[in-house]
Nanobody, 123 residues
């Protein structure tokens, strides 16, 4: 079984910074990509940023220039550095692991989610 554990959420004033971390553990052979999604009350969950195993990063337009995603393939971790935070960034942030293979002998892939971490930005 594969588990994703997030950390680093909290309360910060507008203009401040937070760093979210996510570690995937369990029987993992490889992960195709990892990412962060967020969901505010009454809204759908949406992509914030993602990064492939090869290091290609993708960001939603609203966070470009403020957020940076990075990963460590050997440790199966992903970090989201969030700077210049705005009240509209307030959400529950979820870590996502995409295309997880649990063995070398199988090409079967699954996706996994973390439990979510609250980020609150006060004005």
């Amino acid at each position: 079984q594969v588990q994703l554990v997030e950390s680093g959420g909290g309360l910060v004033q507008a203009g401040g910074s937070l760093r979210l971390s996510c570690a995937a553990s369990g029987s993992i052979f490889s992960i195709d990509a990892m990412g962060w999604y967020r969901q505010a009350p009454g809204k759908q969950r949406g992509l914030v940023a993602s990064i492939t195993r090869g290091g290609s990063a993708n960001y939603v337009e609203s966070v470009k220039g403020r957020f940076t995603i990075s990963s460590d393939n050997a440790k199966n971790t992903v970090v989201l550095q969030m700077n210049s935070l705005k009240p509209e960034d307030t959400s529950v942030y979820y870590c996502n692991a995409i295309g997880v293979r649990t063995s070398r002998s199988s090409s079967f892939r699954s996706d996994y989610w973390g439990q979510g971490t609250q980020v609150t930005v006060s004005s």
